[in-house]
């Protein structure tokens, strides 16, 4: 086997192979020059379906199905769900398919994400309602204090933090993977924002940084007794609270 597909690591190979396309020297050197595998094969996996990604969106990652289980064990029934950053569409779409009988929304402040997400939505035959725009200001006013489950997986990537990222890792969009000089910048104006949409005994649930379990805490604890839960490495990755009426 010569060329760049000979360079790939063995399971790189098998599912490039796994495509069947004509073009899989073209797509092996584009995977040794740091384009995501995903990217590659156009979709990617959560919980227990696929959903398409492109260079418009953050690939799916197991921390975010950790979400996705973490909220599911915590809420039984809830009537309306929002999803704030939504990329691919993947987590709305997973509690959408878990809970058939609630309202889900999503956002994003990319228009070309929605139209990957919609796209996802439509092909899982799945309803979510998308709207564009930045965090809450994105929502429809009816939903104010109306929202039982709130979830994000937002950018918690500091700046300064940029450079060190695998390289397929910046071939993703920067704009969902940078927060700010601190990272956790859009975590604190969920919190902050997050109590007027809430209804009473609401839970809102957040994938954060390893690092920034002391600050996020401190930050959600205006809307109730925050918690930090860790991932499947055992280090802090969610923030979970429960709204106080």
């Known amino acids: 086997m010569d060329g760049a597909l000979s360079a790939l690591p063995p399971h790189e190979r098998r599912r490039l192979l796994a495509l ?3 073009d899989i020297e073209e797509l092996a ?15 990617a996996a959560f919980t227990d379906f696929c959903v398409i990604v492109d260079p418009r969106v953050l690939i799916p990652r197991p921390e975010t199905e950790g979400l996705f289980e973490l909220v599911t064990r915590e809420v039984e029934n809830p009537s309306v769900i929002v999803d704030l950053g939504t990329g691919s569409g993947a987590l709305a779409i997973a509690l959408a398919r878990h809970y058939p009988d609630a ?29 564009l725009g930045d965090l809450f200001s994105a929502l429809p006013p009816r939903l104010r204090g109306r929202v039982d489950l709130l979830v994000s997986n ?7 933090e940029w450079r060190a990222l695998p390289p397929d890792v910046r071939r993703e969009p920067r704009q969902a993977l940078i927060a700010g000089p601190r990272g956790t910048e859009v ?10 949409w809430m209804a009473p005994g609401g839970l809102v649930a957040c994938e954060i940084g390893e690092t920034q379990g002391a600050v996020v805490k401190e930050a959600f604890s205006v809307l109730g007794n925050a918690r930090i839960r860790p991932d499947l ?13």
Request: charged share 30%.
């Open 20 to 22: 069947g396309r004509d």
């Open 29 to 43: 050197r584009r995977r040794l020059e740091g384009e995501p595998l995903q990217y590659l094969e156009g979709t």
């Open 103 to 131: 309202a889900v929304h999503a956002t994003d402040i990319s228009e070309a994400a929605l139209e990957v997400a919609r796209e996802n939505a439509r092909r899982l035959e799945t309803e979510v309602t998308f709207h």
């Open 154 to 160: 937002p950018p918690y990537v500091a700046e300064g």
């Open 187 to 196: 975590l604190e104006r969920i919190a902050a924002g997050a109590g007027e």
């Open 233 to 245: 490495a055992g280090l802090d990755r969610y923030v979970i609270v429960r709204c106080e009426p």
